[in-house]
């Protein structure tokens, strides 16, 4: 399934250069970044990392296990401790064997802390998997439910910019607190009204909906916040304000139709790891200069439309 996936998702030549171009990059800006610290501020990074990388598999996981026992071929097996149990150490122990090889090129000290901060955390999520995989609570639901509904809607995006001034002004006098507080804010805002349903894009593709239509459906409220919310910025912390958090609600907007263009075309792990990919190279750009980030992002969300172009239409 795991080698299934991956060969999936990078099918194409120009995906398998950009991979590596991607591991080839980050591995380099990691060598390079350890090799300057400390062996004690190397192995708090390395702790760090190992643990994100942890709880961020764990989570797959979990959204993997789910999908096989609600709607996936491999429901029996699923339903199974065992086989449950097998599948995670399976997967566990080839993400452990990557981070190892990974920091024997990056720094080989670190390969022991590394791997015990990902195993450390990763347990507690993978018993838990094991034993329910099914979601038992339905409040969760029921909020994230609420949270989708309200990112459909115009007004949501006042009321989150209204939100974001009162956080604001309550920050510190100071200027440079206010704009981090204002900048923090409107990107958690952001990424909830920027959600994205890979089940409900799918669909709305093949009925016929395009990116601006399924933008327009599915993120009113974001919309909306990214234009009232560089001028409430604006009445808090100045221009600087407004700058900085238009480019911040700007950005998550393009990551959002980046993940649905990705999403009409592969499924959803195949889908994340292509956005994860196209990100690092927008990433990367704006590092050299914003003039050169924004070509690149419009590229890459011209690159997807084309191909997704081909998903529409395909329900009478």
Excluded: K, N
């Excluded at 100071?174 to 669909?203: H, Q």
């Excluded at 599915?218 to 001028?231: I, M």
């Amino acid at each position: 399934m795991i080698r299934r996936s991956v060969v999936t998702a990078l099918a194409g030549w120009h995906d398998r250069f950009l991979a590596i171009v991607l591991v080839a990059t980050c591995l380099a800006v990691a060598h390079q970044g350890l090799a300057e610290r400390t062996p004690r501020q190397a192995m708090w990074i390395a702790m760090a990392i190992g643990a994100t990388a942890g709880v961020a598999a764990s989570r797959a996981l979990a959204d993997r296990l789910r999908y096989h026992v609600g709607e996936g071929a491999l429901a029996a097996l699923a339903l199974q401790r065992a086989c449950r149990h097998r599948y995670l150490i399976a997967c566990h122990a080839a993400i452990v064997a990557v981070f190892a090889a990974a920091m024997a090129i990056v720094r080989a000290d670190t390969i022991p802390v590394v791997c015990a901060a990902y195993l450390t955390a990763a347990t507690g999520g993978a018993v838990d998997i094991a034993r329910t995989p099914v979601p038992s609570s339905g409040w969760r639901r029921a909020i994230d439910r609420r949270l989708l509904s309200w990112q459909r809607r115009p007004a949501a995006g006042v009321v989150a910019a209204v939100l974001t001034l009162i956080v604001t002004l309550a920050a510190p006098t100071d200027d440079s607190a206010r704009l981090a507080v204002c900048a923090l804010a409107s990107c958690a805002v952001i990424a909830v009204l920027t959600r994205v349903e890979p089940a409900v894009v799918r669909f709305l593709a093949l009925s016929g909906h395009g990116l601006g239509s399924i933008l327009l459906r599915r993120a009113a409220g974001g919309l909306t916040f990214l234009f009232v919310a560089p001028v409430v910025a604006s009445v808090a912390v100045g221009l600087a304000g407004a700058v900085v958090v238009g480019s911040v609600i700007a950005g998550m907007l393009v990551l959002m139709a980046l993940r649905i263009q990705a999403h009409r075309l592969y499924a959803r792990l195949q889908a994340e790891l292509i956005v994860a990919m196209l990100v690092f190279v927008i990433a990367m750009a704006v590092l050299l200069s914003p003039f050169v980030a924004l070509p690149v992002a419009a590229l890459a969300v011209w690159r997807l439309s084309r191909a997704a172009a081909h998903q529409r239409w395909m329900i009478g």
